[in-house]
């Protein structure tokens, strides 16, 4: 089995792992972020180039560095390869330029985008972002379109990761949206406005990275980060019918599949992906439809975790801890 070595940490992985599924297996720090790419999902990756590292050693064979950094969704490891994420400063630079071109025509609406508090372009932008643009064009501008009853297009926020079109590719037959035109003119359009409808068409907006498309039953209805996400299921005669509540009391605002640390829909044990229908997403918004489970474990260091009762309860026994320890520490 071949070794790699990410960021000082050596693995043994399966022929044909990627170098971002072998820092996955590593996890933290190692993990390079990921807009394209999506696990559950053929043919993903290769388009955003977040993803980017820097291969200092090819190779035992060939120990010769890759001469540019190369997409880690897309290379293949090979035996020996030494791989720096963020132990490299010349590649951090050139993710910041990626992500500087990811801005370009994108608004960075924030305050009033729905994706805010749960989206990686965002985290992105925070990490490596510049304060202000230096692109002194033009922006693109579209006006927002409904796609379908329930989905809303914002494709000024669009960055073009064609994760919608493999969904619609691969769990949606007929597909009738895709992108059109090339190069700074490409967009994400339907045939015909208003044309997507297939029962399985709401987990394009699960797999969109930033807010382009958005639920229509909950736009605007609250921020995410004042919801509380509870695990529930039903049984559902479409879908796995496992499912992630964002609940303000005891309404439910929100139903989306159940997204892992990457932001991808997690897998069950025969590792198939947790899609879900169109009628558990937008038509089951009664706590009565669902047998709820428990708290959901907000996995990042997201805004949606602050305030959440898990952190809180965290943060009760740290102090408690702490309390004792100093308690300790003044009787001896
Ligand atoms: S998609 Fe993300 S970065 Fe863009 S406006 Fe929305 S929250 Fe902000
Ligand atoms: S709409 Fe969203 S999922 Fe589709 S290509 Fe644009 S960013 Fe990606
Ligand atoms: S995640 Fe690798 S190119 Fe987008």
Same mark, same amino acid.
């Given at each position: 089995?071949?070794?790699?070595?990410?960021?000082?940490?050596t693995?043994?992985?399966?022929?044909?792992?990627?170098?971002?599924?072998?820092?996955?297996?590593?996890?933290?720090?190692?993990?390079?972020?990921?807009?394209?790419?999506? *696990?559950?999902?053929?043919?993903?990756g290769?388009?955003?180039?977040?993803?980017? #590292?820097?291969?200092?050693?090819?190779?035992?064979?060939?120990?010769?560095?890759?001469?540019?950094?190369?997409?880690?969704?897309? =290379?293949?490891?090979?035996?020996?390869?030494?791989?720096?994420?963020?132990?490299?400063?010349?590649?951090?630079?050139?993710?910041?330029?990626?992500?500087?071109?990811?801005?370009?025509?994108?608004?960075?609406?924030?305050?009033?985008?729905?994706?805010?508090?749960?989206c990686?372009?965002?985290?992105?932008?925070?990490?490596?972002?510049?304060?202000?643009?230096?692109?002194e064009?033009?922006?693109?501008?579209?006006?927002?379109?409904?796609?379908?009853?329930?989905i809303?297009?914002?494709?000024?926020?669009?960055?073009?990761?064609?994760?919608?079109?493999k969904v619609a590719? =691969?769990?949606?037959?007929?597909? #009738?949206?895709?992108?059109?035109?090339?190069?700074?003119?490409?967009?994400?359009?339907?045939?015909?406005?208003?044309?997507?409808?297939?029962?399985? *068409?709401?987990?394009?907006?699960? #797999?969109?990275?930033?807010?382009?498309?958005?639920?229509?039953?909950?736009?605007?209805?609250?921020?995410v980060?004042?919801?509380?996400?509870?695990?529930a299921?039903?049984?559902?005669?479409?879908?796995c019918?496992?499912?992630?509540?964002?609940?303000?009391?005891?309404? #439910?605002?929100?139903?989306?599949?159940?997204?892992?640390?990457?932001?991808?829909?997690?897998?069950?044990?025969?590792?198939?992906?947790?899609?879900?229908?169109?009628?558990?997403?937008?038509?089951?918004?009664?706590e009565?439809?669902?047998?709820?489970?428990?708290?959901?474990?907000?996995?990042?260091?997201?805004?949606?975790?602050?305030?959440?009762?898990e952190?809180l309860?965290?943060?009760?026994?740290d102090?408690?801890? =702490?309390?004792?320890?100093?308690?300790?520490?003044?009787?001896?």
């Amino acid at each position: 089995m071949p070794k790699v070595t990410i960021d000082g940490h050596t693995l043994e992985v399966e022929e044909g792992t990627t170098i971002l599924q072998a820092a996955r297996m590593i996890g933290g720090e190692a993990v390079p972020p990921a807009m394209c790419y999506y *696990s559950g999902l053929e043919t993903s990756g290769g388009y955003c180039r977040t993803c980017i #590292v820097e291969v200092s050693k090819g190779s035992e064979k060939d120990p010769r560095p890759m001469p540019k950094p190369v997409p880690s969704c897309r =290379q293949v490891v090979m035996d020996g390869m030494e791989v720096k994420n963020t132990t490299s400063p010349k590649l951090l630079e050139a993710r910041a330029g990626v992500v500087e071109f990811l801005l370009i025509n994108h608004p960075l609406d924030c305050p009033v985008c729905d994706q805010a508090g749960e989206c990686h372009l965002q985290d992105l932008s925070y990490e490596h972002g510049l304060s202000k643009s230096r692109y002194e064009f033009k922006r693109r501008e579209f006006e927002k379109i409904d796609i379908g009853d329930k989905i809303k297009l914002h494709m000024t926020r669009c960055i073009l990761c064609y994760r919608c079109v493999k969904v619609a590719d =691969q769990l949606c037959p007929g597909r #009738v949206h895709g992108v059109i035109n090339r190069g700074d003119v490409a967009e994400i359009s339907t045939y015909i406005e208003n044309a997507v409808d297939n029962e399985m *068409s709401g987990n394009m907006i699960d #797999v969109c990275p930033v807010g382009a498309l958005t639920d229509r039953t909950f736009r605007f209805k609250s921020r995410v980060w004042f919801t509380k996400p509870v695990n529930a299921h039903r049984t559902c005669e479409t879908c796995c019918g496992r499912v992630a509540l964002w609940l303000s009391g005891d309404e #439910v605002l929100r139903v989306t599949g159940r997204k892992d640390a990457y932001g991808e829909l997690e897998k069950d044990a025969e590792g198939r992906t947790g899609w879900i229908c169109n009628t558990c997403r937008f038509d089951k918004k009664n706590e009565a439809d669902w047998t709820i489970e428990g708290p959901r474990h907000i996995d990042r260091h997201s805004v949606i975790s602050q305030n959440h009762y898990e952190t809180l309860k965290q943060l009760k026994i740290d102090i408690s801890r =702490q309390k004792k320890l100093s308690e300790k520490a003044h009787n001896e």
